[in-house]
């Protein structure tokens, strides 16, 4: 299970650090992956974590402003979102990625996610 | 940049079969995947690989590649199979994953 937490309303320019707690499996064995959905709109991929935390990987439009973490004592993943935007208004999923011994990248694709939780960016 | 083309929507009538398909220069190289999204629910993997299906994916979905072209075809579409499909790849030259625009699948 993967559960999402952290979301809701900030101002442009603000910041928000969206959680994503695991169970159910070994969490500190996968790459972890975020997803994020605007209204209406289609899946885009954000960001993914190899699963010791020391390979990260962002796409271009949030790259600098976004950050992810992981801590694997606690089954958690963390994406901090600075200098928030109007157009990054979205649903935040976390996934889970590859096992770390498919030799597959970390930003490979994803075999099952959470709910999601909502970031709202707006004045 | 990488991208992923998909048709904006496609519509058959129950026990028809539908196609799904999503074009990219690199699938050659690299494997599709494929999620279904019902409205207001998480994506869900039904094919990863090209062609594989998880536990738990009705027989009915499958997948194939062939050049730059993936496919997801469900053979006698049910209308509970109503929902907005994505393909998936990766990008290595860029370290980035990327997924299609999405088909909304109706069945009626």
């Known amino acids: 299970q993967l559960l999402e937490s952290g979301g809701g309303l900030v101002q442009p320019g603000g910041s928000l650090r969206l959680s994503c707690a695991a169970s159910g499996f070994t969490f500190s064995t996968y790459a972890m992956t975020w997803v994020r959905q605007a209204p209406g709109k289609g899946l885009d991929w954000v960001s993914s974590?190899?699963?010791?935390?020391?390979?990260?990987f962002y796409a271009d439009s949030v790259k600098g402003r976004f950050t992810v973490s992981r801590e694997n004592f606690k089954n958690t993943v963390y994406l901090q979102m600075n200098s928030l935007r109007v157009d990054d208004t979205a649903v935040y999923y976390c996934a889970r990625g590859p096992f770390y011994g498919s030799g597959r990248d970390p930003y490979d694709a994803s075999d099952f996610w959470g709910q999601g939780t909502m970031v709202t960016v707006s004045s | 940049s990488y991208e992923l083309t998909q048709p904006p929507s496609v519509s058959v009538s129950p026990g028809q079969t539908a196609r799904i398909t999503c074009s990219g220069d690199?699938?050659?190289?690299?494997?599709a995947y494929w999620y279904q999204q019902k409205s207001g629910q998480a994506p869900v993997l039904v094919i990863y690989?090209?062609?594989n299906r998880p536990s738990g994916i009705p027989e009915r979905f499958s997948g194939s590649s062939s050049g730059t072209m993936a496919t997801l075809t469900i053979s006698g579409a049910q209308v509970e199979d109503e929902a907005d499909y994505y393909c998936y790849s990766t990008d290595s030259s860029a370290n980035r994953g990327v997924f299609g625009g999405g088909t909304k699948l109706t069945v009626l």
């Open positions: 974590i190899n699963d010791s935390g020391d390979g990260t």
């Open positions: 690989e090209d062609n």
């Open positions: 690199a699938l050659p190289k690299t494997f």
